[in-house]
């Protein structure tokens, strides 16, 4: 008999007791039964204890439909190609308010709530900022109780998980539906028709429609999203391809030939197979494109049904009300086709015309901007457009025809700028479709990501426009739920701050930490806050011993940068500034050693497969660590670490231990950063670049508390240029722990195409592009100052109290809602 024939199997959905929880754990266990039914181990328990768990999800589910349903308010669509969801237990009893009676329950199988949580596979249907941004915007929508929606695509393989080899990263798939997803729930009556390829046939009466090529169906799976104390759940969901038995050519496979019989199946289940496919190849840009396409049709499909469903008099006729009840927020390019696609399904297929379609168009759709960086801004095709999505071609030349008749008509002095803001981009040699250009001219509001970020989209890539729409662009300045990032990872600090607050109300209103800093002085918050940071120090440090075999000491510095590993966000520097400290280190005397801050560097973070110098970034961490860490002189002042596959769960634990991070990209680059206000939410302080969100949190949690260092944005133009003038002088330095990596201190591996890439005058990647020689001597002079103040523990914990209370303007729970009252004209639904 398994422990779970022990507990007496219970159906009672939604149960609030822990015996009766367990009772129906236990009924999970037996009566939807995935595995053989004596087996009740830790991976069983997860099961059906999550299966019990939704139960209690999809009850709040159904109640918020309804009453969405029942009082149709104006509704968010969240459009994303992207979201980094990551473990979803513990964030469910902990915003249901039920952990404590699931941990009772657990206990009577003999397991710990932690222990089974810790079985569940992160949802990684994103690669990095911009996914985990909508994970954290979905979790505020519902807590603030919002008609709000997200939709994505199912991905079979999420974002790889990242194995460290002799030869550096090594990508393996990430197969998170191995066994299957507890929290999904297939919607096997909501499908529509997706079509690609055809052609467009024009009927008598001139109008045109889109007809031929392949037709799929997209499915939709929905993930139930609990807010924080309240009766709303809203919804994620991720819509699946599949092709139907008609498809399927039973004559050719009893023929033999298996292969053609099964093609257009073999092909919908190309199209969610991976998050992002590699895009060298034509075909890989094809997947992708129709990916892009086949989230927008099937989500405005599902749009206009249920506009529809939900008042059943409004008649074509009352298109105008649409706006009214529907906003559909695009994150970053990905999902522009939404505007032409809405454009056709308005046009085509409820017959409405040009203007009456555009007018509509323009006030649902509005689009936020993640990046500056040129090779980031989505340009498509012409030719590849048209093949696949024919009608839509047609549309976006209309708009572009429109568009460029109006800048003409009512702005003579912008001729000269015309064909640099088109949508087309008609250069003979490689005509393509600007997608951001497509976002800027039909969507009503532009935003920017942070203020500083913003600035540049105003000042910068979308300045010609700003002239011709000075209301379109606006700021919204990212945030994390304060759930997740702090609430749940760092129970230990959680308790602290409600405890001194004497509310845990921050949970859901974070300003109310600016009451900590009157207690910054405090000897007895002071105790108790370095106890919770060396419990989790501690926790961090087994999770670094269990994932590489290296011992770290809790009692150094814990210095941690964690991110995707990219030129522009710096992790060369970091280890150039680890080899620095090193040497120093080397050269030093035994007694001087004493006196050093002792130090633990972590950098983690995945490289995209084909990035090759973000690859060598990951092996000279590695390379630099197997050194350092096994050099006895040295090894108890310093460690550096690499962290294998960073995902969402594992900066659970490594965020709140974290005391010092690192967020140091080239000043203009880095559009806000998330992750900089998770760590500073969790007292730790901030060595950093003036970028991003950076600005902003160091005004919130003052100067004082932020090792500040680098040239700023406004420079970096200039810098560039006295480079490729030879004016640039590198400092000694930086010289030196060049030329020890380059005399092959770290091992046999050829570095010099990398540190090539800090040399030169000119060039993209060449030439020091990201100012990394720039920027060292202040950061090494930061890094000092970094080592004194953490001799003075007491002004330490200081700085840390103060970053935790500086962090309330970080809630993705003020960021949301901006968005709701500036953007989109939403407001709050509760299910009474
Ligand atoms: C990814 C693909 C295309 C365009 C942008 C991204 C992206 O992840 N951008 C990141 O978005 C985050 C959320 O807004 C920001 O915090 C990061 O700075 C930005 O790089």
């Known amino acids: 008999m398994s422990a779970a024939d022990k507990v007496k199997p219970a159906a009672s959905p939604a149960a609030q007791e822990p015996s009766a929880i367990a009772g129906n754990i236990s009924y999970h266990a037996q009566y939807s039964p995935h595995f053989s039914p004596l087996a009740f181990g830790p991976e069983q328990a997860f099961y059906?204890?999550?299966?019990?768990?939704?139960?209690?999800?999809?009850?709040?589910?159904?109640?918020?439909?309804?009453?969405?349903?029942?009082?149709?308010?104006?509704?968010?669509?969240?459009?994303?190609?992207?979201?980094?969801?990551?473990?979803?237990?513990?964030?469910?009893?902990?915003?249901?308010g039920i952990t404590g009676a699931y941990a009772d329950a657990l206990k009577k199988f003999g397991y710990e709530l932690e222990a089974i949580a810790g079985q569940e596979r992160d949802a990684a249907l994103g690669n990095g900022g911009l996914g985990r941004l909508a994970s954290c915007f979905l979790d505020s929508m519902a807590t603030l109780n919002l008609p709000s929606w997200g939709y994505g695509l199912r991905y079979r393989y999420g974002l790889f998980k990242q194995r460290i080899a002799q030869e550096g990263q090594e990508e393996i798939a990430e197969d998170w539906l191995d066994k299957f997803s507890p929290w999904e729930i297939v919607r096997h009556d909501v499908v529509y028709p997706i079509r690609f390829f055809g052609h467009v046939e024009?009927?008598?009466?001139?109008?045109?429609?889109?007809?031929g090529g392949e037709v799929l169906s997209a499915l939709a799976y929905d993930v139930p999203i609990p807010g924080y104390k309240t009766k709303n759940a809203i919804s994620l969901r991720l819509w699946d391809a599949k092709a139907t038995a008609e498809d399927f050519n039973l004559f050719q496979f009893n023929d033999g030939q298996y292969e053609s019989a099964a093609q257009l199946h073999s092909r919908a289940q190309q199209i969610c197979a991976v998050l992002y496919p590699g895009d060298a190849t034509e075909e890989g840009k094809l997947l992708r494109l129709k990916q892009q396409y086949f989230l927008c049709s099937a989500s405005l499909q599902d749009i206009i049904f249920r506009f529809k469903e939900r008042k059943s008099d409004r008649v074509s006729g009352k298109w105008s009300e649409f706006p009214s009840k529907v906003a559909v927020q695009m994150n970053d390019t990905h999902p522009t086709l939404a505007i032409p696609e809405l454009m056709r399904l308005l046009m085509d297929v409820e017959g409405l015309g040009w203007d009456e379609a555009w007018d509509v168009t323009n006030k649902t759709v509005a689009y936020t901007n993640h990046t500056v960086l040129p090779e980031a801004l989505e340009k498509w095709s012409q030719a590849v457009m048209r093949k696949l999505l024919p009608r839509h071609m047609e549309i976006i030349e209309e708009i572009d025809k429109r568009f460029r008749e109006m800048v003409i008509s009512t702005r003579k002095d912008m001729e000269g700028k015309i064909e640099s803001m088109r949508v087309l981009d008609n250069n003979p040699e490689k005509p393509v479709v600007r997608m951001a250009n497509l976002c800027v001219v039909a969507g009503h509001t532009v935003n920017g990501v942070a203020e500083l970020h913003s600035n540049i989209l105003k000042e910068e890539l979308f300045a010609d426009y700003l002239s011709i729409w000075p209301k379109k662009f606006q700021n919204k300045t990212n945030g994390i739920t304060p759930r997740r990032w702090l609430r749940f990872c760092n129970p230990e600090l959680s308790e602290i701050v409600t405890k001194w607050l004497k509310t845990d109300q921050w949970t859901s209103n974070l300003d109310l930490l600016t009451g900590l800093r009157k207690f910054a002085d405090d000897e007895k918050l002071h105790a108790e806050w370095a106890a919770a940071k060396l419990a989790s120090k501690k926790r961090l440090a087994k999770h670094v011993l269990d994932v590489t075999g290296v011992t770290i000491d809790p009692n150094s510095l814990f210095d941690i940068q964690i991110k995707r590993i990219h030129e522009y966000k710096r992790q060369l520097m970091n280890i150039l500034g680890a080899v620095y400290r090193y040497k120093k280190l080397k050269e030093m005397s035994a007694a001087d050693r004493q006196k050093v801050t002792p130090r633990t560097v972590m950098v983690g973070g995945k490289a995209f497969a084909t990035y090759t110098n973000a690859k060598r970034i990951v092996k000279l961490v590695n390379d630099v660590g197997a050194v350092v860490n096994n050099d006895a002189d040295v090894n108890k002042y310093l460690k550096v670490v690499f962290i294998p596959n960073y995902n969402v769960s594992v900066a659970e634990v490594l965020i709140p231990g974290s005391e010092l991070s690192q967020h140091i990209s080239t000043a203009g680059m880095e559009a806000s950063g998330t992750s900089n206000m998770k760590f500073s939410l969790n007292g730790c302080v901030i060595i950093g670049t003036l970028d991003g969100a950076n600005v902003e949190i160091r005004e919130e949690v003052g100067q004082d508390n932020f090792f500040l260092f680098g040239a700023k944005a406004d420079q970096v133009a200039g810098l560039r240029k006295d480079r490729e003038n030879g004016l640039f002088k590198p400092d000694p330095r930086f010289e030196e722990a060049?030329?020890?990596?380059?005399?092959?201190?770290?091992?046999?591996?050829?570095?010099?195409?990398?540190?090539?890439?800090?040399?030169?005058?000119?060039?993209?990647?060449?030439?020091?592009?990201?100012?990394v020689g720039y920027d060292f001597p202040s950061y090494i002079d930061a890094q000092a100052r970094v080592d004194e103040a953490y001799k003075d523990k007491k002004k330490w914990i200081k700085m840390s109290i103060l970053n935790t209370a500086g962090s309330g303007k970080f809630s993705s729970d003020r960021t949301i809602d901006q968005y709701a009252k500036e953007i989109w004209g939403i407001s709050a639904c509760p299910v009474p």
């Open 48 to 96: 059906a204890t999550a299966e019990s768990v939704r139960d209690h999800l999809l009850q709040r589910w159904n109640d918020t439909y309804l009453h969405f349903h029942k009082t149709d308010p104006k509704q968010t669509y969240y459009l994303s190609m992207e979201y980094l969801q990551g473990r979803a237990l513990t964030n469910a009893v902990g915003n249901l």
């Open 202 to 211: 024009i009927s008598p009466d001139g109008k045109r429609k889109w007809a």
């Open 738 to 771: 060049k030329q020890f990596i380059r005399s092959g201190a770290f091992g046999t591996y050829d570095y010099t195409p990398l540190l090539d890439s800090l040399e030169g005058n000119t060039g993209f990647g060449r030439g020091d592009y990201f100012l």
